[in-house]
Antibody, heavy 122, light 106 residues
Framework: QVHLVQSGAEVKKPGASVKVSCKAS????????MHWVRQAPGQGLEWMGW????????NYAQKFQGRVTMTRDTSISTAYMELSRLRSDDTAVYYC???????????????WGQGTVVTVSS | SYVLTQPPSVSVAPGQTARITCGGN??????VHWYQQKPGQAPVLLVY???GRPSGIPERFSGSNSGNTATLTISRVEAGDEADYYC?????????FGPGTKVTVL
C-alpha cells in the first residue's frame, strides 16, 4: 500500500529555518513527482512546488522562490522541504503529496502525507 | 494570473444532491481535480481529470467541466460528506487551488 509518512511537529523562532521530511513507501519513489502543499490555520490549500526525485529537478511557486529548497535522498525514498527566514505567517500544516508519473503534466495529487505542523513564534 | 473561484458554502439535506462549482476563465480547457478534506485530516483526492474517480471513491461523487465552470456533484448526500471541498488545476507550471467550499449536511 502506498504511504507518505512525514516528520513530527516543529516550533521555530522567526528568522529560523525548518526542514520537513516525507518518507515514501509502496511505490517507485523515483517514478513520481513529489509536491509540497501548506495550509495556514483556518485557510485553504497553497501549493509550494515540486521535486523530481529522479533528476533532482525542482519547480517552486513564485511566492516561495529564494526561501524554499526541496531535496531528496533516493537511498531512503525520502523527500525534504526546507523553508528559511521563517515568519509568523509561515505557521501552517505542511503536506507532501504524490503527483504524476515523471514526464507527465497537469496531474492530481493522489496520495498525501499526514501533515506536519510548523509553528513560528517568538 | 489565473484564479479559481468557489462558493464559500453549500448546504444540503441528507439524500439530496449537492453541486459545488469551480469557476475560472475557460476552465473547460484545463484538467480539474477535486479534493475532500475533513477537519484535522489531510485532503483526499475525489475526482481527477474532470471526471475520473480513484479506486475506492464512491460513485456518488462525480465531476464535469465545460466552459467557465467545473462542477463536483455529490449524489445521495450522507452525513459523512460534511467537509471542505477544493478544486485544483494547473496554470502554466504552477498548481492552483480554489478557496474551498464548506459542505454542511442539514
Amino acid at each position: 500500500q502506498v504511504h507518505l509518512v512525514q516528520s513530527g511537529a516543529e516550533v521555530k523562532k522567526p528568522g529560523a529555518s525548518v526542514k520537513v521530511s516525507c518518507k515514501a513507501s509502496g511505490y517507485t519513489f523515483m517514478g513520481y513527482y513529489m509536491h509540497w502543499v501548506r495550509q495556514a490555520p483556518g485557510q485553504g490549500l497553497e501549493w509550494m512546488g515540486w521535486i523530481n526525485p529522479n533528476s533532482d529537478g525542482t519547480n517552486y511557486a513564485q511566492k516561495f522562490q529564494g526561501r524554499v529548497t526541496m531535496t531528496r535522498d533516493t537511498s531512503i525514498s525520502t523527500a525534504y522541504m526546507e523553508l528559511s527566514r521563517l515568519r509568523s505567517d509561515d505557521t501552517a500544516v505542511y503536506y507532501c503529496a504524490r503527483g504524476g508519473i515523471i514526464g507527465t503534466t497537469q496531474n492530481a495529487f493522489d496520495i498525501w502525507g499526514q501533515g506536519t505542523v510548523v509553528t513560528v513564534s517568538s | 494570473s489565473y484564479v479559481l473561484t468557489q462558493p464559500p458554502s453549500v448546504s444540503v439535506a441528507p439524500g439530496q444532491t449537492a453541486r459545488i462549482t469551480c469557476g475560472g476563465n475557460n476552465i473547460g480547457s484545463k484538467s480539474v481535480h477535486w479534493y475532500q478534506q475533513k477537519p484535522g485530516q489531510a485532503p483526499v483526492l475525489l475526482v481527477y481529470d474532470d471526471s475520473g474517480r480513484p479506486s475506492g471513491i464512491p460513485e456518488r461523487f462525480s465531476g464535469s467541466n465545460s466552459g467557465n465552470t467545473a462542477t463536483l456533484t455529490i449524489s445521495r448526500v450522507e452525513a459523512g460528506d460534511e467537509a471542505d471541498y477544493y478544486c485544483q488545476a494547473w496554470d502554466s507550471s504552477s498548481a492552483l487551488f480554489g478557496p474551498g467550499t464548506k459542505v454542511t449536511v442539514l
